[in-house]
């Protein structure tokens, strides 16, 4: 089972950016996936999740409104569209598999840092 | 909005046990998950479903809860388990996960 993460990088705010995780070695089809983000020196913070078939949806507040989750089974791959970024959005990204449960993730990608700042 | 608080740092000597709480009025009724992230790394499951352990975490990773303070408990400390620890539940009423605020597990 591998996630790999891509399309990190510097933006200016109010900036947009969009975030890929490539799957493989499991059926991406079947599973939600999550996207989890870490400023540095903090801790984690959730910031969307989506169903195996995109019918649920779910945001953080802090990012509601300013971002868009998206998957694409055939690609194996989950995507984040990030816009209006600010600098308090400076963090790695971590998509992650959820389990059958939708309660926990495991396992995470190693991330793609998104810096926001002019 | 729901918060899991847990002691910023924990220190332990080598092949003593580490005890990391998690507390929160969610956690009462959920199941709490926890992680381990070493420097540079991305996190990795050790316990799910308050006490289950992934394949290949071991035994000495233990999990437990009770009442709104769920408990990860590292038997046998040696310097490789020097980590950031966090507690996760999953909020079921309001769709959101939530991270505890992390544990920074140094040994002496």
């Known amino acids: 089972v591998q996630l790999v993460e891509s399309g990190g990088g510097l933006v200016k705010p109010g900036g947009s950016l969009r975030l890929s995780c490539a799957a493989s070695?499991?059926?991406?089809?079947?599973?939600?996936m999550n996207w989890v983000r870490q400023a540095p020196g903090k801790g984690l913070e959730w910031v969307s999740s989506?169903?195996?078939?995109?019918?649920?949806?779910y945001y953080a507040d802090s990012m509601k409104g300013r971002c868009t989750i998206s998957r694409d089974n055939a690609k194996n791959s989950l995507y984040l569209q990030l816009n209006n970024l600010r600098v308090e959005d400076t963090a790695v990204y971590y998509c992650?598999?959820?389990?059958?449960?939708?309660?926990?993730?495991?396992?995470w990608g190693q991330g793609t840092l998104v810096t926001v700042s002019s | 909005s729901n918060v899991l608080t847990q002691p910023p740092s924990v220190s332990v000597a080598p092949g003593r046990t580490a005890i990391i709480t998690c507390g929160g009025n969610i956690i009462g009724s959920k199941y709490v998950h926890w992680y381990q992230q070493k420097p540079g790394q991305a996190p990795v499951l050790v316990v799910y479903d308050d006490s289950d352990r992934p394949s290949g975490i071991p035994e000495r990773f233990s999990g437990s809860h009770s009442g709104n303070t769920a408990t990860l408990t590292i038997s046998r400390v040696e310097a490789g388990h020097e980590a950031d620890y966090y507690c996760?539940?999953?909020?079921?009423?309001?769709?959101?996960?939530?991270f505890g605020t992390g544990t920074k597990v140094t040994v002496l």
């Open positions: 996760q539940v999953w909020d079921s009423y309001n769709n959101h996960y939530v």
């Open positions: 992650a598999r959820g389990s059958s449960s939708a309660e926990w993730f495991d396992p």
């Open positions: 989506i169903s195996s078939s995109s019918t649920y949806i």
């Open positions: 070695g499991f059926i991406f089809s079947s599973y939600n």
